[in-house]
Every structure is written in C-alpha cells, then in structure tokens.
C-alpha cells in the first residue's frame, strides 16, 4: 500500500471512531476496517490488560488465545515493554506463543491511558510481511483509537 492508501484509511478510522468512547465498539470496528483493507493478514485485534494478563477483546480472523500473562510471547512482550515489536518470524521469537499456527508475523502495538490499557496485534501468513510504513500506519491507527478514549 502506498502512504495516500494509508493516509486514507486513517482519516476513515478517524471518521468511524468519531463521537464513539466505547472502547470495545471502536476496538471491533477499528479491527474489521484494517482487517477487510490490507492484504495478507489473517488476525487483527485488541487484548486488554486484566488482573495482570492480556485478556482477548474484539477481532477478526480464526479463533485466538484467550489469556495471554504480561511479558509474554510477542503482545506481553509489547506490553510489558510499551514498544511495538515487529517481528519478522514469529517462529524465531523466543517465547512466541502460537495462537494460529498459520501466523508467520507480526506487528504488536502496545497503549495505555488512565481508563484501559492493552496492545493491538497484526498477524500475517507471510514471513516478513510488515514494513516500517506499515509500523508506523498501525502506531498512527492505535493514536487515533486512543485519542477516542480520553
């Protein structure tokens, strides 16, 4: 995708998530919008952290892990290091916990505000599917969810 693709979808989540606070509807529609426009993914969606563990929100894509402990895998590690990792192959993370077998990569945003926190995650069938566009397309979306929130 080009940057006026990206811009473009940008300016269509901000318009979706507008005059919207609930964060589980913006987190589904938000999913479905990058999801259903960008090639080559087969999960996107949202883990909230609870009690201590990211627990599974609103997504789409095959059925996923329901818990996953902070510091763990590639969304603990994001979490717990409030850095969006990319990982090229997930099969040469140590510690990746395999909720589709299919996933070859992956793109995990983290964010917290004062009223939710969790990460956003991106997974690919393909090997080395997510560029530094890509990266920061999916901060600027996660900027725009958050921004909702407050």
């Given at each position: 995708?080009?940057?006026?693709?990206?811009?473009?979808?940008?300016?269509?989540?901000?318009?979706?998530?507008?005059?919207?606070?609930?964060?589980?509807?913006?987190?589904?529609?938000?999913?479905?919008?990058?999801?259903?426009?960008?090639?080559?993914?087969?999960?996107?969606?949202?883990?909230?952290?609870?009690?201590?563990?990211?627990?599974?929100?609103?997504f789409?894509?095959q059925?996923?892990?329901?818990?996953?402990?902070?510091?763990?895998?590639?969304?603990?590690?994001?979490?717990?290091?409030?850095?969006?990792q990319?990982?090229?192959?997930?099969?040469?993370?140590?510690?990746?916990?395999?909720?589709?077998?299919?996933?070859?990569?992956?793109?995990?945003?983290?964010?917290?505000?004062?009223?939710?926190?969790?990460?956003?995650?991106?997974?690919?069938?393909?090997?080395?599917?997510?560029?530094?566009?890509?990266?920061?397309?999916?901060?600027?979306?996660?900027?725009?969810?958050?921004r909702?929130l407050?």
């Open positions: 995708m080009t940057d006026s693709n990206f811009s473009l979808l940008l300016k269509q989540l901000e318009a979706l998530l507008d005059g919207e606070s609930d964060y589980i509807a913006n987190a589904a529609n938000m999913s479905s919008l990058i999801y259903n426009n960008l090639p080559d993914l087969n999960w996107v969606g949202f883990y909230f952290l609870r009690e201590g563990e990211l627990v599974l929100g609103p789409n894509g059925p996923a892990c329901t818990r996953i402990p902070n510091g763990q895998g590639v969304c603990g590690t994001a979490f717990a290091s409030q850095e969006t990319r990982v090229d192959d997930v099969h040469l993370f140590a510690g990746h916990i395999a909720c589709d077998a299919a996933s070859e990569s992956e793109v995990v945003v983290p964010f917290k505000t004062d009223k939710i926190a969790g990460v956003f995650d991106i997974d690919s069938p393909v090997k080395a599917r997510f560029s530094d566009a890509e990266q920061s397309f999916f901060e600027a979306a996660v900027a725009i969810y958050v909702g407050i």
